[in-house]
């Protein structure tokens, strides 16, 4: 087998010890004779597969007993409509922190379904930084603050969980259990599972209770959470396969020691990178200020930017892979969530220097 490590910002890619766990029992779960792909989701099998995903990621997170878990399709682009279709309302408003291409296309959807107030931007300075909450333009009565704690692909990330006196809700797609977070300080939380949870075709919903059977009477019974909240994510079929791979993907955390091991890791990991950037003269180099550079996405340019191919594809001959950036935004991006290990992280460095010395 290649041996490759895998910068993929998403689907990334998965531990390995949870793909050799789906391999060992594919074709036989847990002497049920047949793969979990095959089992109906109703059934004595699956639903312990599901009931167990949840409480593992509920302890993980410690999610408190009034907020619903919920196993939804769609992506996380489905929930820039489900958000404000459930939670705001056509005459209301709601609040947005605009960050980048994920904030942006959040706001543009939800303007579909009610008034859209930016609280602020860094887009003038090519989202650089996260506006400083003190000169956000918040509107008391709006119906929530939506924010995207990690902009996936211009490599900014929220320091801190804002402030806020309406329902917070934040698009966690790619940093979701990369580091500790109080859900209490949460109206809701979704996350697209192919950066840090499993495969594609999942996306998770952590939604206080109190905000459920708001939804606007338009509402498409699919994109209802009361509906998934009653059945416990079984309205209809849920996506079996990718949520049997997170309930893998939530034990292996907490054989890493938790998020609070996962998060030190991923500290170190982010480290290591920006510190190679930062010392190498300019022949690499980010834009986004120090305090706000993502730790699971660091996207950086060569100095030189004629050699950004070369740098690509001597990259790929070293096993580093999928390190190119975002089309939106060139350059390079190196996604390092929590699977991928502290060795991949200083295998780039190192190539990092070596192709620095050679083209300096
Ligand atoms: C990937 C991503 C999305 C879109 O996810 P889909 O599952 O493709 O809909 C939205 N927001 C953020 C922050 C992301 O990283």
């Known amino acids: ?136 333009q918040r509107d008391p009565d709006a119906a929530y603050l939506h924010y995207t704690s990690n902009e996936t692909i211009g490599g900014l990330q929220f320091p801190d969980v804002p402030e806020s006196a309406v329902p917070l809700v934040c698009d966690m797609s790619s940093d979701f259990l990369s580091k500790e977070v109080d859900i209490g300080r949460f109206g809701l939380i979704y996350a697209g599972a192919q950066k840090n949870i499993g495969p594609s075709g999942l996306v998770l919903v952590i939604v206080r209770e109190d905000l459920l059977g708001r939804a606007q009477a338009a509402t498409p019974t699919m994109l209802n959470y009361q509906v998934h909240a009653d059945s416990d994510s079984m309205y209809n079929t849920p996506s079996t396969w990718p949520i049997y791979i997170a309930g893998l993907v939530f034990k292996w955390i907490e054989r890493q020691g938790g998020v609070k091991g996962i998060e030190a890791r991923n ?51 070293n096993g580093l892979v999928q390190l190119k950036g975002h089309r939106s935004v060139g350059g390079i991006r190196a996604s390092i969530y929590n699977a991928m290990p502290i060795e991949g992280v200083k295998s780039l460095v190192n190539f990092m220097m070596d192709f620095a010395r050679q083209h300096g």
């Open 1 to 136: 087998m290649a041996k490759v490590y895998n910068f993929s910002a998403g689907p990334a890619m998965l531990p390995h010890e949870v793909l050799a766990e789906a391999q060992s029992e594919l074709l036989d779960w847990h002497g049920s004779g047949m793969s979990v792909m095959e089992m109906s989701h109703r059934g004595k099998d699956f639903m312990e597969i599901i009931h167990d995903a949840e409480h593992d990621l509920r302890t993980l997170l410690r999610i408190p007993a009034n907020y619903k878990v919920l196993f939804l399709q769609g992506g996380a682009s489905q929930q820039f409509s489900m958000v404000p279709l459930n939670l705001a309302t056509e005459s209301g408003s709601i609040d947005v922190v605009n960050t980048g291409h994920w904030s942006r296309l959040a706001i543009k959807e939800a303007r579909r379904y009610t008034r859209v107030n930016v609280v602020a931007s860094s887009e003038a300075t090519q989202f650089d930084h996260v506006p400083a909450a003190d000169t956000w």
């Open 267 to 317: 500290s170190e990991k982010a480290g290591l990178l920006y510190h190679a950037i930062d010392s190498s003269d300019g022949f690499y180099t980010t834009h986004i200020q120090a305090p706000y550079r993502s730790r699971m996405n660091v996207v950086f340019r060569l100095g030189d930017t004629s050699l950004e191919d070369a740098f690509l594809m001597e990259a790929a001959r």
